[in-house]
């Protein structure tokens, strides 16, 4: 294999949005958060964006980060699409910004449902418990909600721009668990992905690549493999370094690189174990994500998101993407594409945007290692 196929997650916090507006007032984003955000300890260095607290959903804005992307050898960004049982979320940054972009031929574009539950982590605080206590919106919809997003993704497929992966438009889901729930079983879950697959080649003419985002499904009569056929899923990839080793485990509050490295590596294989599905390799920039912690509460280890700080290293970043580049030419059977975390999670330090401390650092390993790709290479 000559190239992958490389993807970044772009998460689209960066713009107003009426919910946040009801929830924090009129114009909040989570700038508001990166610009509170002081250093915790000593040495402790939260990233800043040299570009400044943009707005992502104008089109001129997005046409920079298009053509920045598309200078260092990114292939797509891979937008976290948040839908919930009245509508979308945080959806300006395609329809505003990304598809009315000038340049937007420049980079092609997919859609990951982000379907958790939204919680209020903005900022979270040291009495508060972050998975129990700040539930906004609730993750699984209902059969008839999901219907509509997904004739909206669908509609978005037939786009020039849409990313399609062995020529088929690539979709993931980030919780297939409660996708699952939400249908009420596995079977009318794997009915409707079938409906969403008929409506896809009536309108594509080929059916979509249907993806899950790393999570094991656990407590299920079947075994995670059969679950994934029934789906008819076809491809998994984690979405950060913490899909395969669990750093809140490691030292705090700046933990070390070298295990969590190996054991993302010892994930890359053609086929994933546990899903029995083709695996798609993942690699993060960094992890950092203080600044949804309340800046006046003691710094010390909680649950997310008092978590340890993976800091973004160009040189470290390198060389896993060197890795992964000598991998993919040793395996012609591998699905061709790579996805990073993140283009753009300020507050959780997984950033390729320039920050104040390193410019473009990171995104000049990306064009190092992988070259920039003809137009045709992100169509694969």
């Known amino acids: ?106 980079l092609r574009f997919a859609c990951m449902w ?61 919780q297939v668990r409660t996708f699952m729930q939400a249908c009420g079983s596995l079977a009318a879950a794997a009915d409707e992905l079938a409906w969403f697959r008929a409506v896809v080649r009536e309108r594509t003419g080929v059916e979509p690549h249907l993806g899950a985002v790393w999570g094991r499904l656990g407590g299920l009569d079947l075994p995670e493999a059969e679950v994934y056929r029934r789906l008819g899923l076809e491809s998994m990839t984690p979405y950060n370094c913490s899909d395969h080793h669990p750093i809140w485990e490691e030292a705090f509050p700046i933990a070390d690189w070298a295990p969590v490295d190996a054991a993302n590596r010892a994930a890359w294989r053609t086929t994933d174990p546990g899903s029995g599905l083709p695996y798609i390799p993942n690699l993060t920039t960094g992890w950092d994500s203080s600044a949804r912690c309340c800046p006046s509460d ?38 061709p594409m790579l996805t990073l975390n993140a283009w753009n999670e300020w507050t959780e330090g997984a950033v390729l945007l320039p920050t104040t401390a390193h410019g473009t650092a990171l995104l000049q390993q990306v064009r190092q290692v992988f070259g920039v790709a003809c137009p045709s290479v992100a169509q694969a």
């Open 298 to 335: 003691a710094w010390q280890r909680r649950a997310y998101p008092w978590y340890p700080v993976l800091p973004d290293d160009a040189q470290r970043f390198g060389r896993e993407l060197a890795a992964l580049s000598d991998w993919f030419a040793t395996q012609p059977d591998a699905l």
């Open 114 to 174: 982000a379907n958790h539950t939204w919680r209020n982590w903005h900022p979270c605080n040291a009495t508060q418990h972050p998975w129990r206590d700040a539930a906004l919106l609730d993750g699984a919809v209902s059969r008839a909600s999901w219907r509509r997003f997904a004739e909206r993704i669908a509609g978005w497929m037939t786009d020039p721009g849409y990313l399609r992966l062995g020529g088929r438009p690539y979709f993931s889901i980030y």
């Open 1 to 106: 294999m000559s190239r992958p196929i490389i993807a970044a997650y772009h998460f689209p916090q960066w713009h107003p949005d009426p919910r946040n507006d009801r929830w924090h007032g009129p114009g909040w984003t989570e700038w508001d958060l990166v610009r509170a955000n002081p250093a915790r300890f000593p040495g402790h260095q939260p990233l800043q964006p040299a570009w400044g607290c943009h707005d992502e959903s104008d089109p001129s804005q997005m046409a920079r980060e298009i053509d920045l992307a598309a200078d260092h050898g990114l292939d797509a960004f891979i937008f976290d699409t948040y839908w919930y049982e009245d509508g979308p979320f945080l959806d300006h940054a395609i329809t505003e910004g990304f598809l009315r972009a000038p340049n937007r031929h420049r």
